[in-house]
């Protein structure tokens, strides 16, 4: 949950915020209505505010002072008034606000909710900038970092591609044209030969003249142009929404990708990324941890009280394994079987998070209607690489048989 702080003090736009925001439940609003009443409120909870909804204009502060203390506060902030003055918001942007929205109706409150929204996300997503010019790399990897994006950059495309190697999981791109040894259009072609335009954005900037330059970027493969200078807002909005687009296409991705009734992925997908994984640990020498999972009393449940129990039992507890391995990757293996990988976990650190796991699990009653039933699990936990995927899950197995012959609701790791 998000704390976000809204200064404002008309009762009717603070009504309205609240309605809007309910829409938006990972968000909390904590509402002032003076300049005086923010001050006191930041004093001491400024670190748990995530950003900022603030008016322009207060009864303590009718020339936007608040705005200034929240920014002194380092609070992303998105300032509402209710009247567009160019000058004012050409100032305001350049003291390093998110965003300027007008009071115009209730689409303008849901954008904003939607840019705050988009600065959670923004958070986890990597971005390179690339420009031989520092002053105009800068400009633009700053206007990143102020929408809360994890920023690297680059002087021309052949430094591009190293820090692109180092940082394989870039999202995003942003390349100036005219750059020495490699320009944009051959570092856009470069990248294009191995990534799609839904698994690395690519925009393209230019402050050129010819007005071929766009089209040649998009025909290189480019998701998107932008003309040097470019304004806040047209920036912002083209970077959002080439983001919502990839999120959009790695969602319909990811739940193709999802076994329909336990909402894990597939066997299939476990595989393939699974041997990316095993690729990336054994070339830098990093732990990765298998566990092959199997539910002990799905078949007793079933026989008991009949194979649509059973179905309410594995929804779910796959669904608090599929959450509890959120930042691994689990797979439905078969009927009962779950396999996962815990890359940087060691033998001792897997076995010891896999059987928390284990006793959460058992600890869990699920209502049957009437009859409460608990389900625990018996897993193996496996380091031992081998020469390939299959030989470290095949590891993992021999330690799950070790557990089952043990008795079970049992977890063991590697001897």
Same mark, same amino acid.
């Given at each position: 949950?998000?704390?976000?702080?809204?200064?404002?003090?008309?009762?009717?736009?603070?009504?309205?915020?609240?309605?809007?925001?309910?829409?938006?439940?990972? &968000?909390?609003?904590?509402?002032?209505? $003076?300049?005086?009443?923010?001050?006191?409120?930041?004093?001491?909870?400024?670190?748990?505010?995530?950003?900022?909804?603030?008016?322009?204009?207060?009864?303590?502060?009718?020339?936007?002072?608040?705005?200034?203390?929240?920014?002194?506060?380092?609070?992303?902030?998105?300032?509402?008034?209710?009247?567009?003055?160019?000058?004012?918001?050409?100032?305001?942007?350049?003291?390093?606000?998110? #965003?300027?929205?007008?009071?115009?109706?209730?689409?303008?409150?849901?954008?904003?909710?939607?840019?705050?929204?988009?600065?959670?996300?923004?958070?986890?997503?990597?971005?390179?900038?690339?420009? *031989?010019?520092?002053?105009?790399?800068?400009?633009?990897?700053?206007?990143?970092?102020?929408?809360? &994006?994890?920023?690297?950059?680059?002087?021309?495309?052949?430094?591009?591609?190293?820090?692109?190697?180092?940082?394989?999981?870039?999202?995003?791109?942003?390349?100036?044209?005219?750059?020495?040894?490699?320009?944009?259009?051959?570092?856009?072609?470069?990248?294009?030969?191995?990534?799609?335009?839904?698994?690395?954005?690519?925009?393209?900037?230019?402050?050129?003249?010819?007005?071929?330059?766009?089209?040649?970027?998009?025909?290189?493969?480019?998701?998107? &142009?932008?003309?040097?200078?470019?304004?806040?807002?047209?920036?912002?909005?083209?970077?959002?929404?080439?983001?919502?687009?990839?999120?959009?296409?790695?969602?319909?991705?990811?739940?193709?990708?999802?076994?329909?009734?336990?909402?894990?992925?597939?066997?299939?997908?476990?595989?393939?990324?699974?041997? *990316?994984?095993?690729?990336?640990?054994?070339?830098?020498?990093?732990?990765?941890?298998?566990?092959?999972?199997?539910?002990?009393?799905?078949?007793?449940?079933?026989?008991?009280?009949?194979?649509?129990?059973? #179905?309410?039992?594995?929804?779910?507890?796959?669904?608090?394994?599929?959450?509890?391995?959120?930042?691994?990757?689990?797979?439905?293996?078969? $009927?009962?079987?779950?396999?996962?990988?815990?890359?940087?976990? #060691?033998?001792?650190?897997?076995?010891?998070?896999?059987?928390?796991?284990?006793?959460?699990?058992?600890?869990?009653?699920?209502?049957?209607?009437?009859?409460?039933?608990?389900?625990?699990?018996?897993?193996?936990?496996?380091?031992?690489?081998?020469?390939?995927?299959?030989?470290?899950?095949?590891?993992?197995?021999?330690?799950?048989?070790?557990?089952?012959?043990?008795?079970?609701?049992?977890?063991?790791?590697?001897?």
């Amino acid at each position: 949950m998000h704390r976000i702080l809204v200064v404002e003090d008309s009762p009717i736009v603070r009504k309205i915020i609240n309605h809007v925001m309910a829409g938006f439940p990972q &968000f909390k609003p904590v509402y002032t209505t $003076t300049l005086a009443e923010t001050k006191a409120l930041l004093e001491s909870e400024a670190e748990s505010i995530f950003a900022a909804l603030v008016d322009l204009s207060l009864p303590d502060a009718p020339d936007g002072e608040v705005v200034d203390y929240v920014l002194n506060n380092h609070i992303p902030t998105i300032v509402l008034t209710g009247s567009f003055d160019t000058e004012r918001r050409e100032q305001l942007l350049a003291k390093g606000i998110v #965003d300027y929205v007008t009071k115009e109706g209730r689409y303008s409150y849901q954008y904003a909710l939607g840019v705050l929204a988009r600065l959670v996300k923004n958070q986890k997503i990597k971005v390179m900038v690339v420009d *031989d010019s520092a002053t105009a790399r800068n400009f633009v990897v700053g206007l990143l970092r102020l929408h809360l &994006f994890e920023v690297y950059d680059a002087d021309d495309g052949a430094e591009a591609i190293r820090v692109f190697i180092d940082n394989p999981d870039i999202k995003m791109i942003i390349t100036d044209f005219n750059m020495p040894r490699m320009d944009g259009f051959e570092l856009v072609q470069h990248m294009r030969r191995k990534y799609d335009k839904s698994d690395l954005i690519m925009i393209g900037l230019s402050s050129e003249t010819d007005g071929t330059l766009s089209a040649k970027f998009i025909k290189n493969g480019a998701n998107d &142009f932008l003309r040097k200078p470019f304004n806040h807002e047209e920036f912002f909005c083209r970077v959002s929404h080439n983001m919502d687009f990839m999120e959009m296409f790695e969602a319909l991705k990811d739940s193709a990708n999802r076994d329909d009734h336990t909402g894990a992925y597939k066997l299939s997908h476990f595989n393939v990324q699974g041997d *990316d994984m095993f690729e990336r640990a054994l070339a830098s020498g990093t732990p990765l941890a298998c566990a092959v999972i199997d539910l002990d009393d799905l078949s007793e449940i079933i026989n008991e009280y009949g194979p649509e129990a059973g #179905d309410v039992v594995m929804e779910q507890v796959s669904s608090f394994l599929v959450s509890s391995f959120e930042r691994f990757l689990l797979a439905r293996a078969g $009927t009962e079987l779950f396999y996962a990988l815990m890359p940087g976990l #060691d033998n001792a650190k897997a076995t010891a998070f896999v059987e928390r796991v284990r006793q959460i699990v058992g600890g869990k009653f699920i209502d049957l209607g009437g009859a409460e039933v608990s389900l625990s699990f018996s897993a193996g936990v496996s380091n031992v690489m081998g020469n390939n995927l299959s030989e470290l899950v095949e590891h993992a197995h021999q330690s799950l048989l070790r557990a089952r012959d043990a008795g079970g609701d049992l977890v063991i790791g590697d001897d």
